[in-house]
Nanobody, 124 residues
Framework: QVQLVESGGGLVQAGGSLRLSCAAS????????MAWFRQAPGEEREFVAA????????YYGGSAQGRFTISRDNVKNTVFLQMNNLIPEDTAVYYC?????????????????WGQGTQVTVSS
């Protein structure tokens, strides 16, 4: 079983950038497809980005395309989400998720392990 801990959230002005990190422990991260989701108050959980086990292929939700970049460092057991040109609509709790032996899914139920989330707030 893998444990996930997100960090890097905070308050930023519109147009700014943040880099989220997801540190894994308890298991080798290289066996997991990884993803980021987000959830705003009163909204459903939304797919942001996913990355395959080796990092060779990435997938993005519509809101993230062109502004966010997902990456991973399997040696450091960490996944990253670089977010640029942030807008107020990006305000949400961002969650890291892991799926054993599966990758690229945008459906949250395909992910077995979740972090506690990190708050991102973008002011206008």
């Amino acid at each position: 079983q893998v444990q996930l801990v997100e960090s890097g959230g905070g308050l930023v002005q519109a147009g700014g950038s943040l880099r989220l990190s997801c540190a894994a422990s308890g298991h080798t991260l290289s066996e997991y497809g990884m993803a980021w989701f987000r959830q705003a108050p009163g909204e459903e959980r939304e797919f942001v980005a996913a990355i395959t086990q080796t990092g060779g292929t990435t997938y993005y939700g519509g809101s993230a395309q062109g502004r966010f970049t997902i990456s991973r460092d399997n040696v450091k057991n960490t996944v990253f989400l670089q977010m640029n040109n942030l807008i107020p609509e990006d305000t949400a709790v961002y969650y890291c998720a892991a799926a054993p032996h599966r990758s690229g899914s945008s459906w949250f139920k395909d992910y077995d392990y979740w972090g506690q989330g990190t708050q991102v707030t973008v002011s206008s």
